[in-house]
T-cell receptor, first 114, second 112 residues
């Protein structure tokens, strides 16, 4: 079946630094990538939707200058958390999809900002 | 707007059946999904059902859809301790182009 590789699985960074999270679809071409954020014991909150070669569409309340999303190819999307602060600590999950093929999720990235 | 509701907790004894319920508001939802999330992990697709189906069975899993009431359920037969996890119900208008809308998740605890 479809596989999405998300890295890193866990990262600890200092406040003020930037962190990049990668999401790769290994065996299919993902025309759309979705980025979610999950707080402890809560559901997944959609942050943004990105289509290959286009600018990402951000959900209301999500700062596009803080959460930079790049979807330059059909197999790779990246989320960069810029100038991270402790309140950005969370679990980030990507989902790769293609029309008619459903959604495949990465294994998630636990970000801790200290 | 779209909304998906689930009960937050369910506790069952090992060997019993578990039934996790979900209601949704968007009548144009075409696909309905059940995902499983274990601690610290991503989401694992368990099963999905098209809106023109009433039931789908896959080994220990049975999905029932009542489109009139916008009610979806997931039954897990012979529940095992390894089934302990959070189960998310989700809907989408199509399969891939639009984002999934998730419920808050039901935490299933299986007691040995």
């Amino acid at each position: 079946g479809a596989v999405v590789s998300q890295h890193p699985s866990r990262v600890i960074c200092k406040s003020g630094t930037s962190v990049k999270i990668e999401c790769r679809s290994l065996d299919f071409q993902a025309t759309t990538m979705f980025w979610y954020r999950q707080f402890p014991k809560q559901s997944l909150m959609l942050m943004a939707t990105s289509n290959e070669g286009s600018k990402a569409t951000y959900e209301q309340g999500v700062e596009k200058d803080k959460f930079l999303i790049n979807h330059a190819s059909l197999t790779l999307s990246t989320l960069t958390v810029t100038s991270a602060h402790p309140e950005d600590s969370s679990f980030y999950i990507c989902s790769a999809s293609r029309q008619g093929y459903g959604y495949t999720f990465g294994s998630g990235t636990r970000l801790t900002v200290v | 707007g779209e909304d998906v509701e689930q009960s937050l907790f369910l506790s069952v004894r090992e060997g019993d059946s578990s039934v996790i319920n979900c209601t949704y508001t968007d009548s144009s939802s075409t696909y309905l999904y059940w995902y499983k999330q274990e601690p610290g992990a991503g989401l694992q697709l368990l099963t999905y059902i098209f809106s023109n189906m009433d039931m789908k069975q896959d080994q220990r899993l049975t999905v029932l859809l009542n489109k009139k009431d916008k009610h979806l359920s997931l039954r897990i037969a012979d529940t095992q301790t390894g089934d302990s996890a959070i189960y998310f119900c989700a809907e989408s208008l199509n399969s891939g182009n639009t984002p999934l809308v998730f419920g808050k998740g039901t935490r299933l605890s299986v007691i040995a």
